[in-house]
């Protein structure tokens, strides 16, 4: 396992509030814009940002096959976790958004078995204690029924999230260049929602001209800037500490919404943030708790 240093850990909290900050600048922008067209506007400029220091710091653009294979699986997989985040502020709101998607935090230990590997017992009721929080959070009581769909697209954003950073962690072990696979990520991203703009919306330029200043943060400091940190300080802290940290987004993302939007939740969706909080950080507690070294290989 990867050791952890200050320098990770620093970049990793930096990269969560630029992150948290981001849900409020996508909100604004979708008041303007559609969803394909954000997020194809967004990963374009992030492409852009990392342009110069591809062809500075890697001398161009010669990138291995297995950089390039990696980028287009990443990239793919980013695609369609962006969307899906994306679609849901029409029908949610930031603070939530941000919530559901560090969900993820659970999916990691679950898609952990089909590679054959423990889910510990602290793990699990982990994960039954986050449900609970995402039940309070996203439903309620009083109307069973009525399940935001924003909601639920949040929920499928925080699945291919995980997917995300299983792929980033696998991928940094085989020692693939960080900003080729960032930029790689973006132009495949950006190409496959540029396709679904113009198959699916009608993007103006003076639509785009209002959304600027969100799109701008979006893509520069979300993208281009934050998921190039993201992949760096995993490179210099351990999969356990990285997800602690990242996962601090959502708090970020609620502070930021109620201090720019001014929107307050209520107390039965602020108990269930509290709640997933808390069941993020014991996930990743079961990580210390019972170190992997103490475990016995899992058998078929």
């Known amino acids: 396992m990867r050791k952890t240093s200050l320098k990770g850990v620093l970049i990793l909290l930096l990269t969560a509030v630029i992150w948290g900050s981001s849900f409020v600048a996508q909100e604004v922008g979708m008041e303007s814009i559609d969803a394909f067209t954000y997020t194809a506007i967004r990963t374009i400029l992030g492409a852009l940002m990392l342009l110069p220091v591809v062809l500075i710091v890697n001398k161009g653009f010669d990138f291995k096959k297995s950089t390039l294979l990696a980028g287009v699986v990443l990239g793919i997989d980013f695609s369609i976790a962006q969307n899906f985040q994306q679609f849901a502020f029409y029908h949610s709101t930031s603070g939530k958004i941000a919530f559901i998607t560090a969900f993820y935090m659970f999916f990691v230990p679950l898609f952990s078995l089909f590679l054959k590997k423990k889910v510990r017992l602290l793990t699990w009721a982990a994960i039954l204690l986050g449900l609970v929080g995402l039940f309070l959070l996203c439903i309620n009581p009083e109307d069973m029924t009525a399940i935001n769909r924003g909601d639920i697209q949040a929920f499928f954003c925080a699945v291919f999230y995980a997917v995300q950073i299983m792929l980033i962690d696998y ?47 979006s893509g520069i400091m979300s993208c281009g800037i934050a998921y190039t940190l993201q992949i760096i300080g995993q490179k210099h802290t351990s999969p356990v500490i990285a997800s602690l940290l990242m996962c601090l987004e ?51």
């Open 250 to 300: 959502s708090v970020f993302a609620v502070i930021s919404a109620a201090l720019i939007l001014h929107q307050v939740m209520s107390l039965r969706e602020g108990l269930g943030c509290i709640i997933m909080f808390v069941a993020i950080i014991l996930s990743q507690l079961a990580e210390v708790i019972a170190p992997k070294k103490n475990e016995k290989p899992a058998t078929n």
């Open 171 to 217: 991928y940094v072990e085989k020692d693939i260049n960080g900003i080729q696979l960032s930029f790689m990520q973006f132009v495949v991203a950006a190409i496959i929602s540029s396709v679904l703009m113009f198959i699916f919306e009608t993007p103006t330029i003076a639509n785009i001209k209002i959304a600027a200043i969100p799109l701008a943060y």
